[in-house]
């Protein structure tokens, strides 16, 4: 029997991969069979159900393939205490937090503690399944992105370097931050392998926790998070209004910094605007480096297109890149989601991407952002919001508070309708259409360099998209 579950085990590392074997199933015991049930035991309900989540099947494939008696396999929780579980291996490796203070890390429990802490050869184990693609890389980088860039760069080349720790990147929803977080992780591993980088969402971290709390086992998650060299929570605002996993972060994340270790928080707000995170953390999520990354401009768009149609090698007509670029504005997930369906849909028929095929092929999501917009509601609508008059669009006044409104909806209009840049020259007072791109290009610089004009802007652009 032994020898069998070492094959079964065998089959399964080699399916899995080291890191993931490590970081999961290394604890698995195998209790024995039990009717047409092999019975695994786990250490933790935490990791029974990971277990039975992610590899049941599996597991019941391999041993319906090397014992005709099983057609079933069943985890239970072993009924090994939590200390010894902890000594065995790395898997609970729960970031934890909550308070030293709280528990009260007294001088037999630090012992012990210290004792479980990962050896150096179980660190690795820390590193959560990172996305391959993600790395700087494949990372393609724009105005809007490009200072968050640079600070993930920075701070994977020097991981807690003064004035960048904590990093908080934040911005919309799929603009790249998890995309940025998984490349330092990366990076930071090629630079120095023995380093142990942890990477989870807030939600992953609340859900570790409490898992720790029920299996009484927070001592060890906490240790096992305070070992790490670098700390990375994705989402955070997904613990806004969980204020016991607050706390349990504010303290990890405290005896981090001072332990001179790197964290790299992501949040779809800025730390001031993260209302429902409590005063004290936002504090000290704001006092290092704040990087935020912007809505996606045409160009930046287009070249992530290119990047991505270039490393699937296939042959895209600029045309169909642009009409993409063009139509599908709201983050980098949908524009790559599109171009994903194109190749998808060309390979499966064998025939070639061209703008018919694009339209038929992505007709839900091109009219989904149809911009039927004209150019009259624009410019009443961005003369309304700037308090400014709306011939005051057309006339020849160059005094800012006139100028500069007149420039947004230029911006405005190139984005939102399908009008030339002469005709919307011509729009605006017989304007020449250099005036037009000037404007255009204006206004984005503008909206990367100053985030309260990006709001106004983005908010213009929404009522008039709605
Ligand atoms: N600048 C970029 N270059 C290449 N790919 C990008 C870029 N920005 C985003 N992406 C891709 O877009 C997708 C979404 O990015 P990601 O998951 O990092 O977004 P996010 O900001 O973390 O979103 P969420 O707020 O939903 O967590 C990913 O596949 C990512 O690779």
Not at 136 to 156: L, Q
Not at 381 to 405: C, F, G, W
Request: hydrophobic share 45%.
């Amino acid at each position: 029997m032994a020898a069998l579950w070492a094959r079964i085990r065998g089959r399964l590392r080699e399916d899995v991969g080291e890191v993931e074997y490590r970081t999961w199933l290394r604890q698995m015991t195998l209790s024995g069979i039990e009717g047409e049930d092999a019975v695994i035991l786990l250490p933790t309900r935490f990791l029974r159900d990971w277990v039975n989540s992610h590899y049941g099947d599996r597991l019941r494939a391999l041993w319906q393939a090397e014992h005709a008696g099983v057609r079933r396999v069943e985890f239970r929780v072993s009924a090994a205490p939590p200390a010894e579980a902890a000594l065995a291996g790395a898997e609970e490796q729960q970031p934890a937090a909550i308070g030293a203070e709280r528990v009260g890390l007294a001088e037999p429990l630090a012992a012990r503690a210290a004792e479980a802490r990962p050896t150096p050869e179980s660190r690795s184990d820390w590193v959560v399944p990172l996305e391959a693609r993600f790395t700087f890389d494949t990372f393609v980088v724009g105005k809007p992105n490009e200072f968050a860039h640079a600070c993930a760069r920075r701070v994977s080349e020097k991981p807690a370097s003064p004035g960048f720790n904590p990093l908080f990147l934040y911005g919309g929803v799929g603009l790249g931050k998890t995309h940025l977080m998984h490349a330092t992780a990366w990076a930071i591993r090629a630079h120095d392998p023995a380093r142990t980088v942890a990477y989870m969402s807030a939600e992953k971290f609340m859900y570790r926790f409490i898992a720790a709390l029920r299996s009484q086992n927070t001592m060890e998650f906490k240790e096992t998070l305070r070992a790490v060299d670098v700390l990375m929570i994705d989402d955070l605002q997904f613990l806004i209004g969980k204020d016991n996993t607050q706390e349990e972060f504010f303290h990890t994340f405290n005896a981090l910094v001072d332990q001179g270790k790197q964290i790299i928080v992501s949040s779809d707000k800025s730390p001031s605007d993260l209302a429902g995170i409590e005063d004290r953390l936002r504090t000290r999520l704001g006092c290092g480096m704040v990087a935020d990354i912007h809505a996606t401009t045409y160009e930046l768009r287009l070249s992530i297109l290119q990047a991505k149609a270039a490393a699937a090698q296939v042959a895209v007509p600029p045309k169909v890149l642009e009409l993409l670029a063009n139509k599908i504005t709201a983050n980098v997930r949908e524009l790559e989601g599109a171009l994903n369906r194109l190749v998808a849909h060309a390979n499966l028929f064998g025939r070639p991407i061209t703008i018919d095929s694009a339209h038929e092929v992505l007709h839900d999501v091109l009219r989904a952002h149809e911009k039927r917009v004209s150019i009259e509601e624009i410019q009443k609508k961005v003369a309304e919001h700037y308090n400014i008059r709306l011939t005051d669009m057309s006339s020849a006044r160059r005094a800012r508070n006139v100028a500069r409104p007149r420039q947004v909806a230029m911006y405005l209009a190139k984005q939102l309708t399908q009008r030339s840049l002469p005709e919307i020259g011509r729009r605006f007072g017989n304007r020449d259409h250099t005036t037009v791109m000037h404007a255009v290009s204006r206004v984005a610089e503008l909206m990367v360099a100053d985030a309260g004009f990006a709001e106004d802007v983005t908010l213009l652009r929404k009522m008039l998209e709605t």
